[in-house]
């Protein structure tokens, strides 16, 4: 468990699903840019920041190499992770390659599978949260579940490292693309909807005020029961639903929406 003793002046973030490097160069240096003037926004306030995964279209680290671009990006984590602010990663399906190369270089923390997250304020009262990107949970979804343990296996890691990065980024881009788009037209599915399901069967174990993810591409805020609920991120990438954030403040939860004038999306 990650333990969060909040400071009331100050606010954790949430955000997931930049897709960085995707559909093509201009249109992710846009974005790139975009993200990192949200990023110079809530600096002044950020006590922490938590990546829920895809954050980049695709992800490798090779042994002596990474893969080239998302300099502006990487160069403002780094300055806010030397200032004193949390940055946390999580691993979506599309970065799931991530090693240390982010721990050594950025100082952040890197997180593989889905984590609880108490935040305790100064009353030492908590809010329990359930975070992760979402991949692979839930029911259904068996072609995708069996391909990530294949992805993750040391063989298939020692073979794709062994390729030449050239091709080796050439091929994960071209997959990486497809399921992104696949993704992307999929419906809600309301109570059908995969991490719900897995949120509501969670929650029969053990209770969590919230359970947060990204993945879908959709903005989502679905009760599980009288005293928690079911929220996703949203994405960075397209028009209809983007630039989405959670805001931890006050100790209430928030969602909101940069650079546009919705204002805020109260849970």
Known sequence: MLK???????????ASDFHLGSPNFEESLEREKKIVRW??????????????????????????TVPKGFTR???????????????????????????NYFVKELGVKIYHQPTELQIINSNNESTNLYLGHGDGLGPGDNGYKLLKKVFLSPISIFLFGFAHPTLGIWLATKWSGSRKKQAVAQDFYND???????????????????????????????????????????EWFSDENSCHYGVWSNNNFSIERFESNLGKIQP
């Not at 990663?89 to 991530?98: A, I, S, V």
């Open 192 to 234: 059908k909807e995969y991490l719900f399901q897995y949120a509501l069967a969670t929650e029969t174990q053990k209770h969590h005020d919230i359970y947060l993810f990204g993945h879908r591409h959709l903005v989502i805020n679905m009760p599980i029961s009288e005293n928690s609920k079911y929220i996703n991120l949203g």
């Open 4 to 14: 969060i003793k909040y400071e009331s002046n100050k606010k954790i973030y949430f």
């Open 39 to 64: 990023l110079n926004l809530i600096e002044k306030d950020a006590q922490a920041i938590f990546l829920l995964g895809d954050i980049f279209d695709f992800w490798f680290e090779y042994q002596s």
């Open 73 to 99: 990006l990487l160069g403002k984590i780094a300055s806010m992770s030397d200032n004193g602010i949390q940055i946390i990663f999580f691993t979506g399906n599309h970065d799931l390659w991530m090693k």
